[in-house]
């Protein structure tokens, strides 16, 4: 008998049925891959989402989660507030129902995490003999401080005002970030042993020489702080203010008079946020973007908000003089319709002013918010393109300075985030030749919804952020618009990611599996549950095609 | 004074109500778990709902199974060879279920069995045991547009009419505790149920974590067979199988029989044998006689797979609380599976409706109905060890085959061995039937005189009919 099979097995010529063989294979999620970070969405969310598959209990779920994102993010309670979310944009869940609420889910981690009074961990224990400078505590700065002194670095963070935060605290308005969140996330990244030496403006109190002489190596995340104006004859003057420098005061408590009629100009979020703060004050206030809506940069979210608290927009139309009294008091502004013409460089149709559109708007205050760049005296002897300071890989910008942030070029705080960790972990490598900590090293494959088997959760809305409705919140005045989902929410919110292209555990591959090619492992955890042995394997690929997150491909 | 009277009397209620559940009988609010969304789960909780319904008793019925059959290929597939005879279509319609036509594809006319000493085609006999083919899931990979609608989804979908409610979850143990059985479910959590169906086929690894409980609980022995789906396109298959099923009776060793069955675009092959292996579809589908009739190297072959059969029966498919039907439990051997199912599916609902749910109940009105099977397939066994001796020698096969063909040109004559034939590879009916047949006195005296002239050296080669 065996020797007959053998003699057949020998004269079996090209195979007449196909093979089907699975192979695991993981793969970078939209979430993932949407997000500047790099953060380990998927992961964070399955380790709390498969806690009873792997034998966790709630609380340690929620920390061991909250770990996972403050491993390149030690801001989620903020980030969570204030992050426009790109995670959230190609969640493969849509094509379903609704993304996942990521970002409502990370702000609920976050704020569990500081009434729990969880302290970031450190990885290292014991300082070196290093000392690591930082130039600005903002995100960028904060950032890139929190990894190298969790890493065994001290660190010294030289801050020109007299608060931490930068943006964040500066540019953010209270009402979208409470300063007491603000302040615990980075009072925890102090009890880490960073210094913060505050009220300490570099090229006036100390110059670039000194620190970079004093610290072994020095990081630069001084923000885009100056606000640009538009340059029309007449804005010089009072009653006229950057965005930034109106958001600045307002969070600081002492906000601008600015009478009953206010005209912002600029379709970002620090326009949306000085409309949104003037609108508070209790003037009505017109927002005017030279594009349509759809151009508009700012979080369309934010946007709504906007109008739901009474803000009027005014689209296509941009300013082309102030107007002034005798006195020099501002009396009015005088604009122009647009329409968008051929798209310019950055793929937007560029907007083009109508001829004998002019028409005039009386305001009492007009908020230019269309640009930002970086206040960078005291730094010249750094390389710079045009406004910007131009760095190489790692954020390098001169020998043993390294820099990101906004003064690199403009962009949402995540972005400062992951270029402070970045640096920091290029820092690291150069001086101790430390590898990177974080994930995402090699590149996975991507994986899109036509892989995922939606039919194996029921379909379900995302929750939603609880919110005031627009009138109260004007009323509100500068305490917080919107809520943090409850735990009960997050615990089911949770369940519905798919784990797109990561084992979650379902185990209908090893069910359905008549060979028994797949064997559970004694310690499992979100996208290991199964190894897989394919002697037996039939090649029918049912286990492939039964899996619902994408995990298993034909090999 | 008063409240405290209420309270006694709810508490006498709440402990009369516990001891009716206790008394091993389903009672208003019982919950059932059907464990199984295939033909025996969906016919179970029909029929359960439907009974139940009839002496208005209201259950709660759950059917888990987190496989959808709207999807191809193997996803959503159950894994046979998707014949059903005419007469289980005609039992069905009976009790309500009219298969449609995008069901089930009607219309097979006649089975053709090939030998090595030739081929011959049996038409249906008497018109009325006309068999159908169906597909279980959504048909094979690539059938995206495929007209045909899943079998296994429209008896699910009668099954949700009556109110059964389907649950995509898979269970992964089940134990007892407080005397009830406890579903546990992939996520760890658990659910209590008063009764569970099992009716997890035999293709799943369900069976073997319930192999922890009572010694009963024996995994049915099983074997292996091979189906594979090839893509001919409806012409193509038209042109080469036409309207009938074909089978194959070769001298090959291992190979129990195969066949080969049209549907739409896809042509199904079936193969089932002992420890069959990729070497032995090869030599199949190598052979000259299939190659003959079927070119499987000039279609593309989309789907296959090595679906395990119920072999042997369980000593005790139930126990208090628990029952288990269709293949998982009792089925007929190598054929007509979707009819045991239904049979044991229907005995079992029945049992649980008006007699409760105890062991002792389920012994003396749900395993008759499992017995009547396991007898009839200890004959069939018999049978087809028997087809075994006629792969072995080449003059039993020309019997065959000249008294086969003789018959079918003399339509007048008592199909003797036609109607032996058909039965046997179709399930049209029961092995015993099929065993009398062949123990009539004008088969056996056909047989002597087919076998003398048959040896006859001038008939030595191979014929086509």
Redesign the interface.
Known sequence: ?SS??QD??AG??T????A?RPQQVRKEPPCQAGCPNCGDIRGWIGTVA?R??TGLSREDAFAQAWRMITDVNPFPSVLGRVCPHPCEAHCNRGELDEPLAINAMERFLGDWAIENRLPLPALEPEAGGEWIGVVGAGPSGLSFAYQMARRGYRVTVYEGREQAGGMLRFGVPDYRLPPEILDAEVQRILNLGVELHLNTQVGQDVTLAELRERHTSLYLGLGAQLGRGLGLPGEEGPSVWTGVDYLERANQGRPAETGARVLVVGGGNTAVDAARTARRTGATVTLMYRRTREEMPAIAEEVEDALEEGIELMLLATPVSVERDDDGRLRGVEACRMELGEPDASGRRRPVAMPGSEFRLAVDTLITAVSQSPALKGFEALDRDGSWLVSGDGGWVADGISAGGDLLGLGIAGNAIVQGRRAAESVHERLRGGGRLAAADAPLPTIGPDRI?F????GSAAVKTPKRDGEQRVCAGMSEVAGTITESQFLQEVERCYSCGSCM????C???????CFTRLEEVGPGMYFSLALDEC?????CI??CPCGFLDVS | MNRHSQQTVADAFSSLAGNKSDDLSLSDGSRVAVVGGGPAGSFFAFFLLKMAQAIDLELEVDIYDPRSFSRCGPAGCNHCGGIVSESLVQILAAEGINLPPEVVQRGIESYVIHMDVGSVAIESPAGEQRIAALYRGNGPREGGDAPWDSFDGYLQGMATERGARVLRKLITAMEWRDGRPWLQFADRSQDRYDLVAVASGVNSNLLKMLADLPAEFQPPRTTRTYICEFKAGEDGVQNILGNAVHVFLLAIPRLEFAAIIPKGEFATVVMVGEDLDQELVHEFLNDPVVRGCFPTDAVPCVCSCSPLINMGARKRPYADRVVLVGDCGVTRLYKDGIGAAYRTAKAAASTAVFMGVSEEAFRKNFWPACRAIATDNAIGRVMFASTGTLKRFRFLRRVIHRMTAREQAQPGRRPHMSSMMWNMFTGSAPYTDICRGAMHPGFIGNFAANLALGAWPASQRREVS
């Open positions: 008998m007959g099979r057949r097995s079996s010529g195979r007449l049925t196909p089907f498969q009873s598959r088997i039919d194996h959760k029921p555990g379902c185990e209908q090893a069910m359905y599996c008549t060979s028994s039939k090649e029918c690929g049912k095609e039964v």
